[in-house]
């Protein structure tokens, strides 16, 4: 017994220390391997193509910006669809839900949904709300085939699907997290229980609800499974634009009921559809970095609301 604590005791100290120094450094030193093989590979493709004017192209000849276009649609609907419902929601549970068996029971259920693979969410989607919903609203308005079909607003709802767990539980969390004595104090100035949310619990519980999006972001503009069903494609000879007018100024809006590109898609089908092997290696890096910076763009626009956030909250302190 002796002899075993003994090891154990030193395997926590020093040794532990070296295997988990070590074992960072691996970790860190393959990534940077990946990242820097991306980078230099996709920079070297993505100047080829803007030297060819290629890069503009609809996809045929090696061209993102219809992937790219569709990527932002995608992922700024899915935000519209997720981040209000999400965190309404867990407000709900929060601060107005009581504390039965049936709030415990839909706190399993986002739990539950939490673990559902993506590919099943997927496939959930194109028999619901494609299927079922979209033939359902055709019927309901005398249409043929404008919702009974895959498109970027099925797509968008899925993903919204996919990632509420997220957005719910970070927002929850952000909310519990503050102490009841801060709820106690609003009270006893005299604000009513809105004013108390608004004022006092929301602005702290801002920065968790931030993080929460920013990884929902990050996970649907990387995901493929839920979508390959849900109207992607390969190519498109154009981007399906539609307007909303408001007055004199129609403003155009990429078309919610129609097709789209995305470039998660695009790595896909580059990367396993090759008739030749090897042959589209070289162009896979282009959407791959493209992609990867569209990601650490989005988290560090996030991360900044967030940074500021807390800021205020600390002079607030």
Known sequence: MKMLSRFSGLFAGR????????????LIAVLAVLLFNVVYNGTQVISGSFSKGEF????????????????????????????????????????????NYFTAFLKLLIANLAGVPSIVLGMFGLGFFVF?????????????????????????VTLAFLNL?????????????????????AYS?????????FRTLLPQARPGIITGIILAVARTMGETAPILFLGVVFFMPEIPVTEISFGL???????PLEQF???PYTIFILATQSTV????????????????????????????FRYRYEKAIGKLR
Not at 15 to 23: K, L
Not at 62 to 88: C, D, E, H, R
Not at 135 to 144: H, I, M
Not at 166 to 176: A, D, G, Q, W
């Open 165 to 185: 767990p997220t957005v719910i539980l970070t927002s929850y969390e952000s909310l519990k997290n503050i102490p009841e004595s801060v709820r106690l104090s």
């Open 189 to 197: 100035l005299g604000a009513t229980r809105e004013q108390m949310f």
């Open 132 to 156: 079922f919903l979209g033939d359902f609203t055709d019927n309901l308005l005398g249409l043929k085939n404008v919702f009974g079909k895959p498109s970027i607003l099925w797509a968008a």
């Open 261 to 263: 590109m995305a470039l």
């Open 277 to 304: 092997p090897g042959e589209n290696v070289n162009i896979e890096y282009m959407p791959t970095l493209i992609l990867l910076l569209l990601t650490i763009a989005a988290n560090l626009l996030a991360i900044k």
């Open 249 to 255: 100024f129609p403003v155009p809006l990429i078309n």
């Open 56 to 99: 503009f192209t609809a996809g045929d000849k090696a061209g993102m910006l219809y992937a790219i276009i569709g990527t932002l649609a995608l992922t700024l609907f899915t935000v519209v669809l997720m981040v209000p419902s999400g965190v309404l929601f867990a407000v709900y549970l929060a601060e107005y839900a009581p504390d």
């Open 15 to 26: 040794w532990g220390q070296a295997y988990a120094g070590f074992s960072v450094f691996i």
